[in-house]
Nanobody
């Protein structure tokens, strides 16, 4: 499977952005997709996971209520809608996949087998 992340950019605090993660090689029906980010000088942080089969989602407290993961199985693509963005959301965002359901815990990056290339999100005025 290969993953292509896109949708990053510059946005003002309080704004919104939608990231996409297009999968190829395997259908989303058999995958779970995790979203991670890495801010400058920090380690990689797990944010969310969505199970492709039924859309079940998990979120960390830092993004719960602001970020929403969704999927379009017809397009084999997962999205991360990010609202009420804060300066501290500035990071490179990655999607990653694992076969089956979201791992436990879903925010462990070593549980994911395949990674997209990352897309930069900058929240600044």
């Amino acid at each position: 499977v290969q993953l292509q992340a896109s949708g990053g950019g510059l946005v003002q605090p309080g704004g919104s952005l939608r990231l996409s993660c297009a999968a190829s090689g395997l259908t989303l029906e058999v995958l779970a997709i995790g979203w991670f980010r890495q801010a400058p000088g920090k380690g990689r942080e797990g944010l969310s996971c969505i199970r492709g089969r039924d859309g079940k989602t998990y979120y960390t407290d830092s993004v719960k209520g602001r970020f929403t993961a969704s999927r379009d199985n017809a397009k084999n693509t997962v999205y991360l809608q990010m609202n009420s963005l804060k300066r501290e959301d500035t990071a490179v965002y990655y999607c990653a996949s694992v076969q089956g359901g979201c791992p436990a815990p879903y925010y462990r990056d070593d549980f994911y087998a395949t990674w997209g290339q990352g897309t930069l999100v900058t929240v600044s005025s």
